[in-house]
């Protein structure tokens, strides 16, 4: 549970969150420059962004960006919403703390799907090491086995807090 109020302006979780979307922008911008190379498959000549396999595969990871950043978005505004309600006297209970990581988890969580996408689209020669795609990937990897990503447990208790059942684990 995040304690209330924080000293700093942003949560560890929310800046996990901010990397995350910063690493799959900066990712999909290098595979976008990538897309005018010869594609795998079909003929050597073929630009990759002419292919629509490639198109969309970028379309989805564009679009699970952007619904990813807007989420963060949202979070920034009602973060300081939440600290000014704990120093009014009444600080953010224990649901409205879980609703809140439930969202910081489904921000990472977009941002590991576009970034798979991507992983996969590409080939494997961005599993060689030094590969910049390669180590993003692991990066968000790593991120998602932190014990406070860990999106099931945080469903489970939203779902046992709002009916009035008492949380199964204290994250």
């Known amino acids: 549970m995040i304690p209330w109020p924080q000293p700093q302006p942003l949560s560890l979780d929310s800046v996990r969150a901010q990397t995350s979307i910063h690493d799959a922008c900066i990712r999909l911008g290098r595979r976008a420059q990538n897309l005018g190379k010869p594609a795998g498959i079909g003929s050597p000549f073929l630009p990759a962004f002419e292919a629509a396999h490639y198109q969309h595969h970028f379309g989805q990871a564009q679009g699970l960006i952007d619904t ?7 979070l920034g505004g009602e973060y300081p919403k939440l600290g000014e309600r704990a120093l009014a006297g009444t600080p953010p209970g224990p649901e409205d703390q879980r609703r809140y990581q439930a969202v910081v988890q489904n921000i990472l969580e977009l941002c590991w799907q576009a970034m798979d996408l ?54």
């Not at 990813?68 to 949202?74: F, I, P, R, Y």
């Not at 692991?138 to 709002?162: F, K, P």
């Open 118 to 171: 991507m992983f996969r689209t590409s080939g494997a020669s961005v599993a060689r090491r030094g590969s910049l795609l390669g180590r993003a990937y692991r990066n968000l990897a790593v991120i998602r086995t932190h014990i406070t990503m860990q999106g099931h447990v945080t469903a489970l208790n939203v779902g046992r807090l709002h009916f009035g059942l008492a949380p199964s684990s204290a994250l």
């Open 68 to 74: 990813a950043e807007a989420a963060l978005l949202h």
